[in-house]
T-cell receptor
């Protein structure tokens, strides 16, 4: 399928290396955050979430870090694999609303 | 169905024509959302349906855009008199009210206005 976001920031990493994708969120009142992965021709897929009462949350090969002081979110992917190649979006929301604000996305390219 | 289903997957239309995009959410999900994703951009909120409540239409970019959700299930997004700037991927998502696990997205409809 066609790619979305041909002009997105791109992070290129070697297979097996760790990846760090960053996101600056906009609303200091946001208290719930999600990282999504979007492969070419597909809709965004949930990866991991974190609430504002946490600084760090780990999943399988992924870790999300939250710094509320500077409104910054990061996604760390350990031992990056070719299947991790995709566009990654952060999304924020606040309690009482189910409308998310999405970042513009970062394209991750895994080099063999 | 097991996931959110959108149709058609691709649509090419002539400028000035009307188009209808369909979304079939996950069974039991009471919330349904439409987003638009333009090339090089993030996801832009369009409209939100929750149960029988009045929809949140605050993201619709013009009065050429409208959406319905019949019977609390299937939704149709209609774009009248399409313009070239309407070309984008239109994504539908659904969720359980009260769920804090985000949305489940469909694969989207890629609309190209020529």
């Amino acid at each position: 399928g066609e790619s979305v976001g041909l002009h997105l920031p791109t992070l290129s990493v070697q297979e097996g290396d760790n990846s760090i994708i960053n996101c600056a969120y906009s609303n200091s009142a946001s208290d719930y955050f999600i990282w999504y992965k979007q492969e070419s021709g597909k809709g965004p897929q949930f990866i991991i979430d974190i609430r504002s009462n946490m600084d760090k949350r780990q999943g399988q090969r992924v870790t999300v870090l939250l710094n509320k002081t500077v409104k910054h979110l990061s996604l760390q992917i350990a031992a990056t694999q070719p299947g991790d190649s995709a566009v990654y979006f952060c999304a924020e929301t606040s309690s009482g609303t189910y409308k998310y604000i999405f970042g513009t996305g970062t394209r991750l390219k895994v080099l063999a | 169905g097991a996931g959110v289903s959108q149709s058609p997957s691709n649509k090419v239309t002539e400028k000035g024509k009307d188009v209808e995009l369909r979304c079939d959410p996950i069974s039991g999900h009471t919330a349904l959302y439409w987003y638009r994703q333009s090339l090089g951009q993030g996801l832009e909120f369009l409209i939100y349906f929750q149960g029988n409540s009045a929809p949140d239409k605050s993201g619709l970019p013009s009065d050429r855009f409208s959406a319905e959700r019949t019977g609390g299930s299937v939704s149709t997004l209609t774009i009248q008199r399409t313009q070239q700037e309407d070309s984008a991927v239109y994504l539908c998502a659904s969720s359980l009210i009260g769920s804090h696990y985000g949305y489940t997205f469909g694969s989207g409809t890629r609309l190209t206005v020529v």
